[in-house]
Structure formats: C-alpha cells, structure tokens
C-alpha cells in the first residue's frame, strides 16, 4: 500500500482519488478551495463536477498542503494547466528529494511554451517528475468503466513502480519513455477537439468529423517529431487515442466549448457555459507559437486561433481548410517509377 497525495479536488483529481483508494492505497485529496472541501467533506461526492461518484469515507479531504504532502510515496498533481506554476511553488516547500510527482493536467504554458512536467521541474528541482495521459474521461473512470492510460517518466523503474500503483481490473496502464510526446498529444489534442466541437455546432457530419481528427494527428505529429518527440507515440494512448475521444466524447468540455461556439457563442460565452476549465483555449496560442518557432504548418491550428481570438466565423475557417493549397498526403512515400 503506498501512501498518495492527490492534489486538485475536481473531476479528474476526485475520480483517481476514488481509483488509487480501490486499489487499496491510503489516499489524501487536497483542495486550495475551502468551499469545495466542505462540500465533498459534507455530501462525500464532488456534487458540481463528478456528481454520482461516491468518495469513500476512508479518502481524507483537506485544505491543509504541508499535511497533504507529508510522508507521500506519490503526490498526483491534478489541478488545472493554467495553475499548475502556482500550485508547484505552494508545494516546494514541503516536498522531499526524490519526490515522485504524477502530473494528470494537459496544456503548454502560453508565455513560456513549456511543457507542464518542465515547469514542475523548474519549480520543483528535487521531484522526480511523470506523467500519466491517454483517453480516460473522469466521468467514466469514477463509475468504473474499463480504460486505458500511459505513463512516460524519465526512469523505467519509476515508471513501471507508477503503473503499479495506478493499474486495476478497470484501469489498463501502458509505459513510454516519451514524455514529450504524451505531452504533446495531450495538449494539443484538446485545441482539434475545439474544431471539432465547433464542426458538430455547425451541424457538419461524421465526414467532417473524421478529418479533423486525421489531419488533425497529422499536425500534431509533424510538430511532435520537428521538437524531439517520437512519431509512435501520437498513434498511441496519447495521441490517436485521446484525440478521438476528446473530440467525439459528450464528457468533454472541449468539445462542448467548440459545440457553443459553432452554435454562435463567443469564446467567452462558451467558457463560462461550460463552467469548468477549457483547456484548449489556454493551449492554442502556445500551439500557434510552437508552430511557428519550429515552421510547421498547422492549418487547423491556425483556423481555431483566428476563430478563438480574432473573431472570425467558424463557418468561413472551414472554407478557408477545405480551399488550400493542393497537397499530398503522404509526402514521405514515393511514387513507382513511370
């Protein structure tokens, strides 16, 4: 049994507190938001964000961050991208060298274009840093629902002790050693899912969808590889298979976000519906930035951000995608001989 921390009470940190605690370790779920531990505390299920998900009496809940982290074997790091620099230097103080720190959160930091492991790594120099992604929606992993996730850290035994501890008869774990691939894939997936939400807004087709999504992999891929990362692994758990279900899924927010704004809502209109963190919107200026630091095209990178933060209608980024320039799909593939 391994003593873990799990830090960020919404719906994703809630159910792997859930999951850890069925696998019987001993689970501590820490929020910095004194109404929402009450609230868990009082009706023993995060009412707002994972409602039906009943969090055993034996997870204690707490505000209290040194107590949270005291003696931890594992602390999962489940807040919400654009905090996770915030939260990192709340906790330096009370982390201990050699401190496994799992990071469950998808984004890249806008100003800096940093990975999230490597801010944890900036703030955090003593932690021994990982991360755990793929398609694993919070909604069907609290309720129990078969899935399969990835973990990539910098060290194979480190990796395969966390896959120890995370896997289940209902929660299938993977290892990789690419970690800025797994990154990578989950970041900007959420950015194609947006497209697609806003494709199913527009009342476009299972067509319209596919695309996005292949072309979609291909951009991300073509990025991945150009920064370092390994071309397998966008065609694993972390990339084809998050992408797929971020922007097919009625549990993603992301999708859902896209959804409003293809229905006419702004980004600000759809965000505030949404009422959770929609963290496509954080990423796609940092996935522009990267696109254009490493010259790759990323067309439908491109369309969401002038749709996002220029105001363009979606109907006509679609045009735009549809009437480029020809092009091949697999450039790398030579033709026979004539």
């Known amino acids: 049994m391994a003593k873990i921390s799990v830090l960020g009470a919404g719906s994703w940190g809630t159910a792997l507190a859930v999951l850890l605690h069925n696998n019987g370790h001993d689970v501590i779920l820490w929020s910095a938001l004194g109404e929402e531990i009450e609230l868990i505390r009082e009706k023993r299920e995060n009412v707002s964000k994972l409602p039906g998900v009943r969090i055993p009496e034996e997870i204690d809940i707490t505000l209290d961050l040194e107590r949270s982290l005291n003696q931890a074997d594992v602390a999962v790091l489940a807040v919400p991208s654009p905090y996770i620099r915030s939260t990192c230097k709340r906790m330096k103080p009370?982390?201990?060298?050699?401190q496994i720190i799992v990071n469950v959160a998808k984004g890249i930091e806008e100003k800096t274009l940093m990975t999230l492991s490597e801010i944890i790594e900036q703030e955090i120099p003593a932690a021994d840093v990982s991360v755990l992604s793929g398609p694993s929606h919070a909604e069907e992993v609290g309720r129990g629902l078969p899935t399969t996730c990835v973990i990539s850290s910098h060290k194979r035994l480190t990796a395969e002790y966390l896959q120890g501890i995370f896997m289940s008869p209902v929660f299938r774990v993977y290892t990789t050693p690419d970690m800025l691939g797994v990154e990578l894939g989950a970041a900007l997936k959420n950015v194609i899912a947006l497209a697609a939400g806003t494709a199913d807004g527009l009342g476009y087709g299972?067509?319209?969808?596919?695309?996005?999504?292949?072309?979609?992999i291909a951009e991300i891929s073509r990025l991945g590889v150009k920064m370092?990362?390994?071309?397998?692994?966008?065609y694993g758990l972390s990339g084809i298979g998050d992408l797929i279900v971020t922007c097919a899924s009625v549990h993603s927010r992301n999708r859902k976000a896209g959804y409003l704004m293809g229905k006419g809502y702004?980004?600000?209109?759809?965000?505030?519906?949404?009422?959770m963190v929609v963290e496509g919107v954080y990423s796609a200026k940092a996935a522009k930035s990267l696109s254009e630091k490493y010259d790759v095209e990323m067309p439908i990178i491109t369309e969401v951000n002038k749709v996002l933060f220029e105001g363009k209608p979606a109907s006509d980024a679609v045009i735009d995608?549809?009437?480029?320039?020809?092009?091949?799909?697999?450039p790398m593939l030579p033709w026979p001989e004539e």
């Not at 009370?94 to 050699?98: A, N, P, R, S, T």
């Not at 370092?228 to 966008?234: I, K, L, M, P, Q």
């Open 206 to 216: 299972d067509n319209t969808k596919a695309a996005l999504i292949t072309r979609g």
């Open 266 to 275: 702004t980004m600000e209109e759809a965000m505030k519906e949404v009422k």
């Open 321 to 330: 995608l549809m009437i480029r320039d020809k092009k091949v799909e697999t």
């Open 94 to 98: 009370f982390v201990k060298e050699g």
């Open 228 to 234: 370092g990362a390994r071309c397998e692994t966008f």
